[in-house]
């Protein structure tokens, strides 16, 4: 039985993760959870359910404990990072944001490998991260799973590129940008994800950021990886070798498959999603992307090859970028443009080697107050 801690057990990822835990107790125990301080009675109760020994959470120590009963509470800013520290065969990352990046090495650092759907980690920190191995990272996103999957078909000297797919989001066949309404950005037509990925989608900037993701997690150049629109969301990325051929993974747009895969160490799950059904007819279409419409993953590939700091302020700014624009502070088109004033504002003041987390931290902090005097202008 894998002993496994989740962070972000509230949100999207973590709580299928649970499902999928419900589904197996034979294989898993859930030794340890976090959760941010507005998810706490939630938090409590998954605890209850699991009966998981410890749990972390940001909220007040007193009020949680007192909730918490029997349970063992960790609390404070740093608590995710201490829970992560607990021997167990994996950590799910699941948290959003690049607060996600201290309990990413806090894992990497006592030896627990970690289940990476924290893209935002690698992003802000990936020289960071890697320099514990990639053999300590197994990654969570659909499109990376993919790609880890279809990876084993061939060899390392054989891959000409790898394609990250992309659903477009909701706009995808929408030409004026300028008036949509975060009800409109939050629809998305095929997956179900907390509201700062679901406009990350919507925007593509998600699309940027995995190309940066997939450079650290494959330690593959940016030439060689790049992104299509795909509207069904069946295939989630393909890797074209050098004879021609194309491998591609495909399953039905859930993200249950690819936590089970990592959660269980790259080994299969019986019926851990629902797969495609080949007695109906299907229809799947690919197509570019259009950068103009699009600008966020051309920014995000341009910050990635520069490297050092730009990643950590390109990530930092759009968080900002995407809470001012859920508040209604500003438009759906000013998130990329707020990103990439930022980008050329910091980029030459950047460094060139992250060499701590608080470098990044440092990085970050400029790029939000940056990004905020934007907004304000903007507002």
């Known amino acids: 039985m894998r002993e496994i801690v989740i962070l972000g057990s509230t949100g999207s990822i973590g709580v299928q993760a649970l499902e999928i835990v419900a589904a197996n107790p034979d294989k898993f125990r859930v030794i340890g959870l976090a959760a941010g301080s507005k998810n706490l009675p939630l938090l409590i109760e998954q605890a209850r359910k699991f009966k998981v020994p410890v749990i972390a959470s940001t909220a007040d120590g007193a009020s949680a404990r007192e909730l918490a009963g029997e349970i063992k509470v960790i609390d404070g800013p740093n608590a995710a990072s201490e829970l992560a520290t607990l021997p167990c065969e994996i950590v799910l990352n699941g948290i959003t944001g690049s607060i996600g990046l201290a309990p990413t090495l806090a894992a990497l650092g006592v030896g627990n490998k970690v289940a990476l759907a924290n893209k935002e980690s690698l992003v802000a920190g990936g020289d960071l991260v890697m320099a514990f191995g990639r053999d300590k990272l197994i990654p969570v996103d659909s499109e990376h799973s993919a790609l880890y999957q279809c990876f084993l078909s061939g060899k390392e000297f054989e891959?000409?590129?790898?394609?990250?797919?992309?659903?477009?989001?909701?706009?995808?066949?929408?030409?004026?940008?300028?008036?949509?309404?975060?009800?409109?950005?939050?629809?998305?037509?095929?997956?179900?994800?907390?509201?700062?990925?679901?406009?990350?989608?919507?925007?593509?900037?998600?699309?940027?950021?995995?190309?940066?993701?997939?450079?650290?997690?494959?330690?593959?150049?940016?030439?060689?990886?790049?992104?299509?629109?795909?509207?069904?969301?069946?295939?989630?990325?393909?890797?074209?070798?050098?004879?021609?051929?194309?491998?591609?993974?495909?399953?039905?747009?859930?993200?249950?498959?690819?936590?089970?895969?990592?959660?269980?160490?790259?080994?299969?799950?019986?019926?851990?999603?629902?797969?495609?059904?080949?007695?109906a007819t299907h229809t799947w279409s690919f197509s570019p992307i259009d950068q103009a419409r699009f600008p966020a993953v051309d920014l995000a590939r341009?910050?990635?090859?520069?490297?050092?700091?730009?990643?950590?302020?390109?990530?930092?700014?759009?968080?900002?970028?995407?809470?001012?624009?859920?508040?209604?502070?500003?438009?759906?088109?000013?998130?990329?443009?707020?990103?990439?004033?930022?980008?050329?504002?910091?980029?030459?003041?950047?460094?060139?080697?992250?060499r701590d987390l608080s470098d990044v931290s440092a990085i970050e902090n400029d790029a939000r107050v940056r990004a905020s005097k934007l907004v304000q202008e903007r507002a």
Request: aromatic share 6%; proline share 6%.
């Open 302 to 354: 341009r910050c990635g090859e520069l490297g050092g700091g730009l990643p950590a302020i390109f990530n930092a700014a759009n968080e900002v970028a995407v809470n001012a624009f859920i508040n209604g502070a500003i438009a759906f088109t000013q998130i990329v443009e707020i990103v990439e004033e930022c980008v050329q504002l910091l980029g030459s003041g950047a460094p060139i080697t992250i």
């Open 159 to 279: 891959v000409k590129q790898v394609v990250l797919t992309a659903s477009g989001g909701p706009f995808r066949d929408r030409n004026d940008l300028s008036d949509i309404t975060v009800e409109e950005a939050l629809a998305h037509p095929t997956w179900s994800m907390g509201p700062v990925v679901t406009i990350n989608s919507a925007t593509l900037m998600n699309k940027g950021l995995e190309i940066i993701e997939a450079h650290y997690l494959f330690d593959l150049p940016y030439s060689k990886i790049s992104a299509v629109i795909h509207p069904q969301s069946v295939v989630h990325s393909m890797v074209e070798f050098i004879d021609g051929s194309t491998i591609a993974q495909a399953s039905p747009p859930n993200m249950k498959g690819p936590i089970a895969y990592a959660l269980s160490g790259a080994n299969r799950i019986s019926k851990a999603t629902t797969p495609i059904d080949w007695s």
